[in-house]
């Protein structure tokens, strides 16, 4: 859960810089507190490179190699070539490409929609927002598992409601699926939208709150300017909403396709790539040439040949952020902009339908169908405008919360009930026989101990390094500092996809593999980044004048440090917290692939190893769901008012 806000460009230093005649030559070349920044940016600066920068490197060294037996073969681009011939591979991008687009497209209209209802709201807005956040909030794991079971073809809830309200045959009628009951997972012309789905439902939350952000910052003097001139609904939204939600939508969009372009752990752990391959990603294909056939070369070859696609992204995103924080006009301005956002949509929609057509004009139904209720709604009178945006928020609380409903009622039936799907929205009795045989069977204690203690010791690096390193780019004047700050967020941006195969060849090597060393040393890689450039732009937000009177005060810039600025930093520090400890919390790729054994397992991957082959104890899976998502959602809940704080005063929003 990576926040799309970027810190701005270093401030000037506390107190005012001597003159030229009373630097050193050193000073003078490097900056007036090279040494200071120097000690500071060392921690962050040995992770990131030992952990971010070498690992690229060695990824491009591993994929000119060839495993031969027990040694490498150096082969030069043999490895490259093979991929344009590898069926596997370009079946992978493709799925990558279609996986990514079509969830884009509807998390942005499904976010903009319910930042829209929520806008309109004057009481209970920040309650709603809240129970919007839960899919974002909730581990992976659960998410996959919780739809998994939902999906069943034989168990699953959604086919016996579709069934009951008739809207499962009309389906099948409209031909939007091949046969009724609709094997969602298992048929290869629904595993791949049914999978879209799940991550839209992740996603959406995570737009709605970016775009509900972006509303409050449009004036509202341009509304009621454009009502005064007589504007319709759907003009103002155009002319006014449209355009001052541009940047948002463009940042959120461009980030949210790296994560998800590069995502493995819901597609895994919904369908492992299946049936056959109809859903397998290209990380998917890295990770099985890599880690199942050990053919680390070629693994690594499937990652860098995305490596263009991904600097891409990286490349509009940074600007874009860089653009924002300067206050510098955007370069395409008027005809050309359009233009260009017509080329773009062109060719993103033939690329789609040439990709998949048989998707591309399901999901084309199903668009038109929310923007014509979302355009109907809009254009009523403002009494049924009213009754049809709480209509539509209820529809869409009851697409958010059914999931989590679901767990949590599983979580208390008997076996009996499971099994017989008997009391399927209301457990009769309730019972804690699940817990226990949680405990009894599996070694969920002791997945949820090493959770804990990796989440917590990766916080505690996290947090130290990003501090200083933070406060170094925010506060002190050295060479090289903006280029710092920017090699902080391409490694913030850099998908786990890139890392993990040097990763894994790095522990093999310092015979760390199956250890909980390998997880406090290699999840750092996602939380450091993030936490130094929120700090970055938190450091910078308080007031110099209060360092300066420490410095006045003959205090050292260390003890101004220490007990002036941390301080006041305590908002931001507990926001970074947070986010870093969920993400180690959540956490699945890494320890999926670094670690075999039971007892060194997390809860995520222990999850997954609950599910053997056909084999799926719903009722364990649910009550483990609910203790694995209770202390996310609790630290969130009270830690909302520190978040907020801290991201309101250490970024810039996008």
């Given at each position: 859960m990576r926040s799309l806000r970027t810190a701005p460009a270093p401030v000037a230093k506390a107190t005012s810089p001597p003159g030229p005649g009373s630097l050193t030559p050193a000073q003078r070349r490097l900056g007036r507190d090279w040494r200071l920044?120097?000690?500071?940016?060392?921690?962050?600066?040995v992770l990131v490179g030992a952990l971010v920068l070498v690992p690229i490197i060695q990824s491009f060294i591993t994929s000119t190699?060839?495993?031969?037996?027990?040694?490498?073969?150096?082969?030069?681009?043999?490895n490259y070539r093979a991929l344009a011939g590898d069926q596997q591979f370009r079946t992978g991008v493709v799925n990558s490409f279609v996986f990514t687009a079509y969830a884009e497209i509807f998390k942005v209209v499904l976010g903009l929609a319910a930042a829209l209802l929520l806008h309109r709201l004057r009481r209970g807005r920040a309650l709603l927002t809240g129970l919007l956040l839960v899919p974002w909030v909730v581990p992976t794991v659960v998410t996959a598992f919780s739809w998994r079971s939902l999906l069943d073809p034989i168990f699953?809830?959604?086919?016996?409601?579709?069934?009951?309200?008739?809207?499962?045959?009309?389906?099948?009628?409209?031909?939007l699926v091949d046969s009724w009951p609709a094997g969602w997972l298992s048929d290869p012309s629904l595993a791949m939208p049914s999978v879209i789905l799940v991550n839209v439902w992740k996603g959406v939350p995570f737009f709605t709150v970016c775009f509900l952000a972006g509303l409050k910052a449009i004036p509202a003097d341009l509304y009621e300017a454009a009502t005064i001139d007589g504007a319709s609904p759907w003009q103002r939204f155009r002319h006014v909403t449209l355009p001052g939600l541009r940047h948002v939508i463009t940042v959120t969009v461009t980030l949210s396709s790296i994560w998800t372009f590069n995502n493995f752990d819901l597609i895994w752990l919904l369908t492992q790539g299946g049936p056959g391959d109809v859903t397998a990603p290209y990380v998917l294909v890295a990770y099985s040439k890599a880690i199942l056939q050990l053919q680390y070369g070629a693994g690594a070859a499937v990652t860098l040949v995305m490596l263009p696609i991904i600097a891409g992204l990286v490349f509009v995103l940074v600007r874009l952020l860089r653009q924002d924080a300067g206050n510098r006009p955007p370069r395409w301005t008027g005809p050309t902009r359009t233009a260009l956002g017509w080329t773009v949509t062109a060719v993103v929609t033939g690329l789609l339908f040439w990709a998949s057509p048989e998707i591309f004009w399901k999901a084309a139904v199903v668009l038109g169908i929310i923007l014509l209720i979302a355009a109907a709604v809009g254009r009523a009178s403002p009494?049924?405008?009213?009754?049809?945006?709480?209509?539509?928020?209820?529809?869409?609380?009851?697409?958010?919360?059914?999931?989590?409903?679901?767990?949590?009622?599983?979580?208390?039936?008997?076996?009996?009930?499971?099994?017989m799907r008997v009391d399927d929205l209301w457990p009769t009795p309730w019972t804690l026989e699940q817990f226990g045989v949680l405990f009894t069977n599996q070694p969920f204690g002791r997945w949820y101990l090493n959770t804990l203690m990796v989440s917590a010791a990766s916080t505690t690096v996290a947090l130290l390094?990003?501090?200083?390193?933070?406060?170094?780019?925010?506060?002190?004047?050295?060479?090289?500092?903006?280029?710092?700050?920017?090699?902080?967020?391409l490694t913030y941006v850099m998908p786990g996809a890139l890392l993990f195969i040097p990763l894994y060849q790095l522990l093999i090597r310092t015979r760390l593999t199956d250890s909980l060393w390998s997880l406090v040393l290699t999840y750092p890689t996602f939380t450091l980044p993030f936490a130094t450039w929120l700090l970055t732009g938190y450091f910078a937000s308080i007031p110099v004048d209060l360092e300066e009177a420490a410095l006045v005060d003959g205090g050292t810039r260390i003890q101004a440090f220490r007990r002036v600025?941390?301080?006041?930093?305590?908002?931001?520090?507990?926001?970074?917290?947070?986010?870093?400890?969920?993400?180690?919390?959540?956490?699945?790729?890494?320890?999926?692939?670094?670690?075999?054994?039971?007892?060194?397992?997390?809860?995520?991957?222990?999850?997954?190893?609950?599910?053997?082959?056909?084999?799926?104890p719903q009722g364990q899976l649910a009550a483990a769901s609910l203790l694995v998502s209770i202390p996310v959602v609790v630290m969130y809940a009270f830690g909302q008012r520190f978040l907020t704080e801290g991201l309101t005063a250490g970024a810039v929003k996008g």
């Open positions: 920044a120097a000690l500071f940016l060392t921690p962050t600066a190699t060839e495993r031969h037996g027990a040694d490498s073969v150096f082969v030069g681009l043999d699953g809830s959604v086919n016996t409601l579709l069934t009951n309200s008739g809207i499962g045959p009309l389906l099948a009628d409209l031909h009494a049924v405008s009213r009754a049809g945006s709480a209509v539509a928020l209820a529809g869409l609380l009851t697409f958010v919360l059914g999931p989590m409903y679901w767990i949590f009622v599983t979580a208390f039936k008997t076996e009996s009930q499971v099994v390094c990003a501090a200083l390193g933070g406060y170094a780019l925010a506060r002190l004047r050295f060479r090289g500092a903006q280029g710092f700050t920017v090699t902080v967020l600025v941390l301080p006041l930093a305590k908002p931001g520090l507990l926001a970074v917290a947070l986010f870093t400890l969920t993400n180690a919390w959540n956490e699945f790729l890494f320890a999926f692939v670094f670690i075999t054994k039971d007892e060194y397992k997390t809860l995520p991957v222990g999850m997954q190893s609950m599910i053997a082959g056909d084999v799926v």
